[in-house]
């Protein structure tokens, strides 16, 4: 079938191709998953395990060891490795690429089942399949709510003495950050009321878990959240050791006793009637006077309580870790990405466009109007538990690290880089072509590939990030090439003949051979890249895709859509009086591009022909090669730039990472934290554009934290 005439003779087909392409083309576009870029790490799952109060050799010893016994077996498993620390141990199994995670983990979790036994006090092992070491797309940090400005004019009112140091946020109408007045009532005392009776944050561990960090697991495509800092709520039993040995007991006698009768338990059921009743005998703690009230043994007939030989109390745990955001304590929730999931549908719309009546406040109301508009998303969860549960708390989320903003910065920059690479193109060919309609016809190649090689991409399951847009990048200068070859064949039966439909087709069909081998070879050298297994398979396949797919489609523009272009774009003069071609070439001038290529290609051709009839050609011509092939490589090495596996990007981000000694406990390493925060306070305490700005040795800080564990 001659598809080149019958694209011609049909265009209401070929329009109705074009628009098919690039309906599907935007469809697939909106439903492809965004990221920074492509997955390129393998298959993980992780295993943790706590053991509080363990050394990492009884962590090793007890629970890692047997745990490898099992785990080694895993079908799939490429390789493993385990740390024990202090009342933790974590295995990493590593799986081939290409392993469902999925069936994997059951695989982990069917072989946990088979671990004979764990210490006592140890806790169940989770299984997850992100590494709670990896970058997470996500900070959010737990804040006590800053006073209103109402709020300051009222107390300014009663206390004279602050209204001197509050003034300048009552006058810019602003609510200041906690973080600043926590900082100012330490000159200020008397603004310690002013923010006292606000709960802790590093105090509210177990809410955040419960809450947090449940809600944040909810939301599509977050794996897994992660609470750091604070400490959790216990109910700690003070032993007198005096009055424990004048009672003749010891510790494991008061353990046994508080173990033994902290639990509920079942005993049967009784038949009344029609009835069936389940009897249960609640033993469980429920307040402090219980655990009191406790008999740990009878002497000399006379029960010896708890309360006898120690004090009970609720206090909090010693912290295995702690979080200070711009030098106050507070805690920190990250949230860290689920495999092949949009990160700006995860991440959500932007708060602006979650107050849709623009008062500056969200309601209830436009949280859900947002949550059925865009679906559920992080953002939307932070506003709701903001304006739920947090705020009758007098706490906050914070937001302190985004990363689609990156992801939007460099996504955006390849993008204007396609389109100025598009607008480039079109102008060059303008330059040479000098015929809009020629360009037009051209021009018309370039969306219809970038936008139908979309579908390709969620068809082979990639996303869009960086290294498949420099791919179409890439392309947009390839797909022409094609467009110009048949083009510039049209173009010149055109102006021998003056029909655009002869043209057309007769100009296609004799190139069209030409253009398909042209388009192998380039496909010959991406399409291998596709099936390349491992890290650099997952790495380059988005490219190969991209630039194989846009170029693969310009070969079908080419022979299809733009012969039927050029047949209604270019004028029909076949009937028209119009000079002979020869007499057009004697009347038309020559423009000053015409003539400044015409000098390079005359004086290039002189170049040569003096290179091979001067005396001693062939060694000129070695000289010459040998010349420019000397320049290349030292140009070359020259400016080759450093290797590396992936670029980093301006982030406007730095993560500092301090290893102590071993040995160091948590106090000593707040110790190190803290002294930082002097000299880096300036930084984020100066206003954009004031005299203090001016005054830093370096950029201004937005947002700062340290995490010690």
């Known amino acids: 079938m001659d598809f080149i005439g019958f694209s011609v003779k049909n265009p209401v087909k070929v329009i109705v191709a074009v628009i098919l392409a690039a309906m599907f083309g935007l469809i697939s576009l909106w439903a492809t998953p965004v990221q920074l870029t492509p997955d390129v790490t393998e298959p993980k799952i992780t295993v943790s395990t706590t053991w509080p109060g363990a050394s990492a050799q009884e962590v090793e010893r007890e629970i890692i060891e047997e745990q490898e016994e099992q785990l080694k077996s895993v079908e799939g498993l490429r390789e493993f490795e385990s740390t024990s620390s202090d009342s933790r141990g974590e295995i990493i199994l590593k799986f081939e690429v290409g392993t ?55 107390f300014a009112r009663t206390h004279a003495d602050t209204a001197e140091a509050l003034q300048p946020f009552i006058d810019e109408g602003e609510t200041p950050e906690y973080t600043v007045l926590a900082k100012l009532a330490e000159t200020h005392p008397e603004l310690k009321l ?292 048949v083009l510039e064949n049209i173009f010149r039966h055109y102006e021998e003949s003056g029909d655009p439909r002869k043209a057309a087709i007769k100009g296609t069909q004799e190139v069209w051979g030409a253009v398909l081998a042209s388009t192998l070879t380039t496909l010959a050298v991406f399409v291998p890249v596709i099936f390349v297994q491992g890290q650099a398979g997952q790495l380059f396949r988005d490219i190969s895709i991209a630039i194989s797919c846009a170029v693969g489609l310009s070969l079908i523009v080419s022979i299809t859509v733009i012969p039927t272009a050029a047949r209604y774009i270019l004028k029909d003069r076949s009937d028209a009086t119009t000079p002979t071609n020869e007499n057009a070439k004697k009347k038309k001038r020559p423009g000053i591009v015409s003539r400044f290529a015409t000098a390079i290609v005359d004086g290039f051709i002189g170049m040569l022909r003096w290179m091979q009839e001067t005396r001693g050609s062939f060694l000129i011509r070695v000289g010459v090669l040998s010349a420019i092939m000397i320049v290349s490589l030292v140009g070359a090495w020259a400016i080759m730039p450093e290797t590396e596996y992936l670029p980093e990007g301006n982030r406007n981000l730095i993560f500092a990472i301090l290893i102590p000694p071993p040995g160091y406990n948590i106090d000593k390493m707040i110790e190190i934290g803290e002294s930082v925060e002097p000299l880096l306070a300036p930084h984020w305490e100066a206003k954009p554009g004031s005299p203090e700005a001016k005054e830093l040795d370096g950029p201004m800080i937005e947002s700062f934290f340290f995490v010690a564990r």
């Open 194 to 485: 002013l923010i006292k009776g606000k709960n802790n944050p590093a105090l509210m561990k177990k809410f955040s878990e419960d809450f947090i960090e449940s809600r944040f697991e909810r939301v599509p495509g977050v794996a897994n959240s992660n609470v750091f800092g604070g400490q959790e709520e216990e109910v700690r039993v003070v032993v007198d050791p005096a009055k424990l040995a004048a009672m003749q007991l010891t510790i494991s006698d008061l353990r046994a006793a508080l173990q033994a009768q902290n639990k509920n338990t079942s005993a049967g059921d009784m038949w009344e009637g029609k009835t069936r009743n389940v009897i249960r005998t609640l033993g469980q703690f429920r307040s402090i006077e219980q655990v009191e009230n406790t008999v740990i043994a009878v002497r000399e007939s006379t029960p010896v309580f708890v309360s006898d030989v120690a004090k009970v109390e609720i206090n909090y745990k010693k912290p295995d870790g702690l979080v200070r955001q711009k030098g106050i304590n507070a805690l920190a929730i990250n949230c860290q990405q689920a495999p092949e999931t949009n990160v700006l549908e995860i991440m959500g719309p932007p708060r602006e466009e979650l107050d849709l009546d623009n008062n500056g406040e969200i309601t209830s109301f436009e949280l859900s109007e947002a949550k059925s508009r865009f679906g559920d998303s992080l953002r939307i969860a932070v506003e709701e538990m903001n304006n739920g549960a947090l705020k009758p708390r007098g706490v906050q989320l914070v937001q302190v690290y985004d990363q689609t903003e990156y992801v939007t910065s460099a996504t955006d920059l390849v993008e204007t880089n396609i389109y100025l690479g598009g607008f480039l193109a079109v102008a060059i060919l303008l330059t040479f072509l000098r015929s809009p309609r020629s360009v037009l016809i051209i021009g018309i190649s370039i969306p219809i590939s970038i936008i139908a090689t979309f579908v390709f991409v969620r068809g082979f399951g990639r996303s869009i990030n960086v290294i498949s847009l420099a791919g179409m990048a890439f392309a947009v200068g390839m797909v022409v090439d094609n467009a110009i070859v």
């Open 100 to 154: 469902d995670l999925g069936e994997a983990r059951a695989r982990v979790s069917d072989k946990l089942n088979q671990v004979p036994e764990y210490p006592e006090d140890a806790n169940e092992p989770t299984i997850t399949t992100v590494n709670p070491n990896e970058n997470a797309i996500a900070w959010f940090i737990l804040l006590p709510i800053p006073p209103s400005v109402e709020d300051m004019q009222a």
